[in-house]
């Protein structure tokens, strides 16, 4: 149930951070706090991500099972995905026909049918420039799998320890990578591929992963670790590897820190909140 109200929190987020867009005029400084300080619903997005589809395959790995069905979970992500996401672009297509400069060329528009928008260096995402985050969703559709083939190739079962070691290095190689792109080659066509591209991205699905670890623990160590120790990692998830990025911010007022308080204790809440509910209804 919590997981519903986090996807409602992370929606809510994703709609304020675009909603200052609306805003024009004399006041259009007025809506900035609202990109400045939701612009995180995104990364809660793909923490949530990171928890559900990897979860499974984590299963996998640590008891020695057989890993879910590749070519069933591929139909699956498909099926939710691509039809209601190929009518949406070729919408976009259409309206972009009617505004001169508006319409990618075939060589950048085609691979965007494939969930591939981003990793071309001169892509700017047009014309559905918000569907950028499906190619990083997609990308780690196909990641887990791969990444659950090659290490049960390597050995029949994990232990929960060595695969959140392996998820640390994971983020931290993301991180670094990202940072050393940002700061070495920020002019290069490449570094947007990398920055926002799943490389540079990949690190933030890896709460989410570590939090899935974390319940599998709890469930062969036949412990009750209360959830909300879990989704502390995404109420304290900060904006800092967001596209606007700390520099671009306002200056820290008090709406400000208001604002980020509230962003960073709502999913403690509802856990929390959830979780009480559960234990009076058990």
Do not use: K
């Amino acid at each position: 149930m919590h997981l519903d109200v986090l996807r409602a929190i992370a929606a809510l987020m994703v709609i304020g951070y675009h909603t200052d867009g609306l805003i024009v005029g004399p006041n259009r400084a007025d809506g900035l706090w609202l990109r400045y300080n939701l612009d995180t619903g995104v990364e809660l997005f793909f923490v949530l991500s990171g928890y559900l589809i990897a979860i499974t395959f984590l299963r996998a790995l640590v008891v020695g099972n057989v890993p879910p069905d590749t070519r069933s979970f591929a139909r699956r992500r498909a099926a939710r995905i691509l039809p209601g996401y190929w009518l949406a672009l070729g919408v976009a297509a259409f309206v972009a026909t009617r505004q001169p400069g508006a319409l990618p060329p075939p060589g950048l528009l085609l691979p965007q049918g494939a969930l591939l928008q981003g990793l071309i260096p001169g892509d700017t995402g047009g014309p559905l420039v918000v569907a950028w985050t499906l190619s990083i969703e997609a990308a780690f559709y196909v990641g887990v799998p791969i990444a659950t083939w090659l290490l049960l190739m390597r050995r029949r079962s994990w232990s929960v320890s060595s695969l959140a070691v392996m998820t640390l290095m994971v983020w931290a190689i993301s991180a670094c990578v990202a940072c050393v792109v940002a700061a070495l080659f920020p002019t290069s066509p490449w570094s947007t591929v990398v920055l926002r591209g799943p490389v540079g991205l990949m690190g933030q699905f890896c709460p989410g992963i570590l939090i899935a670890l974390l319940q599998i623990h709890s469930e062969r160590a036949r412990t009750s670790v209360p959830t909300r120790v879990g989704w502390m990692l995404i109420a304290r998830w900060d904006g800092c590897s967001s596209p606007s990025g700390p520099a671009l911010r306002p200056p820290h007022s008090m709406r400000w820190h208001a604002i980020r308080c509230a962003e960073r204790c709502l999913p403690w809440c509802c856990s929390a909140l959830f979780e009480s509910t559960e234990a009076r209804t058990a």
